[in-house]
């Protein structure tokens, strides 16, 4: 396998994918062509103008982006396709899409073939074993919490630490990750903005300019550094 | 109807439900007993010891506690009791186990026949029509996200200001509530820690220290007063 999992598309005060460039160009460097999964919509957006987004930015490094929406048979559409790119937004609407139209089988079958994948936030979410650490709203009922798996655990994208100026009662991340962990004995990464998974055929690391912290039933969170084997 | 829906249970700094004392005491004034619902488990504490912790506070204002979860026919339980309150902690759990109980209607039908209820934070979210606005991590599937439709939109307990101050690129609030609007017609209540809806009757306001927010399919949000209409 050939995976990239990042916390974030973009970093504070930085352009689309900027600091992933160097990687995207290793990630994706037998292919010319890229098809684009924009079902996330961050903010609404449509589907033309997301694509539009990552098609501009993958012109810098020589490749061509479709989106997936523009076709009828997208199931057909995936197989043809040599890699992938699912771009942040809502994991809820991503997800109902992917199940609705029976895409998140045929998009496991094939990057778990080798095909290259990319995903970014609600993307690297769909790459988990379930969407059950995701931060966003649930705006739209999927018919399922599943996911693709990619790895054996799950993501918390865009991670972020408790602030103690905060005069705020909601949760903390890590008190929402421990109440997942009463429910699901799972192991979650979570993952730092500026960090990302990378898979190269079975060896999964976590890379990046953070420590990553990781969340296990029965023990106390951990930082692990750039670099670590997962 | 006699309702409040609160943001939070404790304002920051604040002991659990000490704020909200003088309301309590007229939305309860009526019952001696209060039927506890502690299914949402904040930080995934038991049952038990979220049932001491309520009963605690309202042994300060001369009410009895009881744990739904204590009671074998809980239909039955609910249609015997008087007055309600429904605990915060995590929305896809209380939803989940409410639906998979079949309480939610039996729950709605007893507060909209008169009696008293009181939700905070999650507690709240089922207020509304459904769930699809609450902050929560999904961490289990509830089989629906309808909700008790107390109250004719959708809440947003515990609703937070965008920080200009934060370096990070997960999404704010007001985008995530702006991107439910994308896909569903349905207005929004954003509302700040120290705040709480009042349903007395037909009659639907708006209370506490803080302005509230207010997000509609079409318009821009805007704030309204304390002591506003809904």
């Given at each position: 396998?050939?995976?990239?999992?990042?916390?974030?598309?973009?970093?504070f005060?930085?352009?689309?994918?900027?600091?992933?460039?160097p990687?995207?160009?290793?990630?994706?460097?037998?292919?010319?062509?890229?098809?684009?999964?924009?079902?996330?919509?961050?903010?609404?957006?449509?589907?033309?103008?997301?694509?539009?987004?990552?098609?501009?930015?993958?012109?810098?490094?020589?490749k061509?982006?479709?989106?997936?929406?523009?076709?009828?048979?997208?199931?057909?559409?995936?197989?043809?396709?040599?890699?992938?790119?699912?771009?942040?937004?809502?994991?809820?609407?991503?997800?109902?899409?992917?199940?609705?139209?029976?895409?998140?089988?045929?998009?496991?079958?094939?990057?778990?073939?080798?095909?290259?994948?990319?995903?970014?936030?609600a993307?690297?979410n769909?790459?988990?074993?379930?969407?059950?650490?995701?931060?966003?709203?649930?705006?739209?009922?999927p018919?399922?919490?599943?996911?693709?798996?990619?790895?054996?655990?799950?993501?918390?994208?865009?991670?972020?630490?408790?602030?103690?100026?905060?005069?705020?009662?909601?949760?903390?991340?890590?008190?929402?990750?421990?109440?997942?962990?009463?429910?699901?004995?799972?192991?979650?990464?979570?993952?730092?903005?500026?960090?990302?998974?990378?898979?190269?055929?079975?060896?999964?690391?976590?890379?990046?300019?953070?420590?990553?912290?990781?969340f296990?039933?029965?023990?106390?969170?951990?930082?692990?550094e750039?670099?670590?084997?997962?």
């Amino acid at each position: 396998m050939n995976i990239i999992l990042a916390s974030t598309s973009t970093l504070f005060g930085g352009q689309y994918l900027e600091y992933l460039k160097p990687e995207l160009e290793k990630l994706f460097a037998d292919v010319d062509e890229i098809l684009f999964i924009p079902f996330a919509r961050p903010g609404g957006i449509s589907h033309e103008e997301y694509t539009a987004k990552a098609a501009s930015f993958f012109s810098t490094i020589g490749k061509k982006v479709r989106g997936l929406h523009e076709f009828e048979d997208k199931a057909e559409t995936i197989n043809q396709a040599k890699a992938y790119f699912t771009g942040g937004g809502n994991t809820f609407l991503l997800v109902k899409t992917l199940h609705e139209e029976h895409l998140m089988s045929v998009l496991k079958q094939n990057v778990e073939s080798g095909k290259a994948y990319l995903g970014c936030s609600a993307g690297s979410n769909i790459g988990g074993v379930n969407m059950k650490t995701t931060n966003d709203m649930p705006i739209v009922y999927p018919p399922s919490f599943d996911c693709m798996g990619l790895v054996p655990f799950n993501i918390n994208p865009h991670y972020l630490d408790p602030n103690p100026d905060l005069h705020h009662n909601g949760e903390t991340r890590e008190t929402r990750i421990l109440e997942f962990l009463t429910q699901n004995d799972l192991k979650v990464v979570g993952l730092r903005e500026g960090n990302w998974i990378r898979r190269i055929d079975n060896r999964i690391t976590v890379e990046g300019s953070q420590l990553t912290r990781i969340f296990e039933q029965g023990k106390e969170p951990y930082e692990i550094e750039s670099g670590s084997e997962l």
